[in-house]
């Protein structure tokens, strides 16, 4: 029997990062979410599928991209293009005639050996920085077998490897890719399951059951655990909750620290982008200032967990 060749759907590859994870890093978004984090700063990770993508301030107003629509999905106003998204049917045609990628496909099918032939061009960076391949998105367990399979051909490639979570899929694919990970960072995004329901779409169980499980598994190895969570003023920035979530991390008996990502609006612009992302729903918040980011630190501090504001 002929194994089956897994791959995989990337919607971006980041190099030379230094915030998600030890040294310098090569971050590998994998498309495909059930969450629907109100906040969410990644919205063209959210479908599974390519999808077809605008940028507006790279059009420079040819109509090449309304001469090929099939859909006639295309039209122009005082010499400004408009997408009739109702009417788009994602032929890509427009993306083929677009010179300067205002029009562009968010997403690419890779095979395991292709994206490690990706990610090991940056090996040298790696080697003198301590850093290596973190996997991002999206939700990485919503495509679990082909990151499973790709953290451990990384892995046994000597390619440090970190994965951040939701932590919301199959434990199984979970319980696989802990086999081969060294860091984990994981999100806590409410400990009451009714209200992380309303700002996710999902409720807590699943996810706190899946950290739970890791940190039992991990135990006794050099493996990893980051607790994170994204501090979205009016949300989750509650005293009851950060204290809710600090506790928690302690009962875990594992974590290695708990990371408070201050909130920021930098993806709001993207929500236009393509025909399948909503509308952004938390426009005009203002994250909190620093004398309020390092009381939730302070309190985190005082279970004995050690606190960082940001990634």
């Not at 309304?66 to 106003?77: D, G, Q």
């Not at 909750?241 to 993207?270: C, M, Q, W």
Request: hydrophobic content about 35%.
């Amino acid at each position: 029997m002929v194994a089956k060749k897994l791959k995989g759907v990337v919607f971006n590859i980041q190099r030379y990062s230094i915030h998600d994870g030890e040294g310098i890093r090569t971050l590998v978004f994998m498309k495909g979410c059930p969450l629907k984090c109100q906040w969410c700063a990644n919205p063209e990770g959210l479908r599974f599928q390519p999808a077809l993508s605008y940028i507006e301030r790279k059009c420079i107003g040819c109509g090449k991209c309304k001469e090929v629509c099939l859909a006639e999905a295309i039209s122009y106003e005082n010499g400004k293009m408009i997408w009739h998204k109702e009417k788009c049917s994602e032929c890509m045609n427009c993306v083929n005639v677009c010179i300067p990628k205002a029009r562009d496909v968010c997403g690419t099918e890779y095979t395991i050996s292709d994206l490690i032939k990706v990610i090991e061009r940056d090996r040298p960076f790696f080697r003198r920085s301590g850093g290596g391949l973190t996997i991002g998105g999206g939700e990485p367990l919503y495509q679990g077998e082909f990151v499973s399979e790709l953290i451990k051909k990384a892995s046994d490639a000597n390619i440090h490897t970190a994965i951040e979570t939701s932590s919301f899929g199959k434990w199984e694919y979970l319980s696989s890719i802990v086999d081969n990970i060294d860091t984990l960072f994981m999100d806590v995004k409410h400990m009451n399951s009714k209200i992380h329901e309303e700002i996710t779409a999902v409720p807590n169980e699943l996810i706190l059951d899946n950290i739970r499980k890791t940190a039992e598994k991990i135990k006794g190895t050099e493996k990893i655990l980051v607790i994170r969570i994204p501090v979205i003023p009016g949300k989750n920035d509650s005293e009851d909750n950060i204290r809710a979530t600090a506790d928690f991390a302690k009962s875990l008996g594992v974590v290695k620290r708990l990371e408070l990502l201050p909130y920021h609006y930098y993806g709001e612009s993207k929500y236009v982008r393509t025909k399948w992302t909503e509308e952004y729903q938390l426009h005009g918040l203002e994250p909190l200032c620093d004398e309020e980011m390092n009381k939730l630190k302070g309190i985190v501090e005082e279970y004995g967990i050690r606190s960082k504001i940001g990634g």
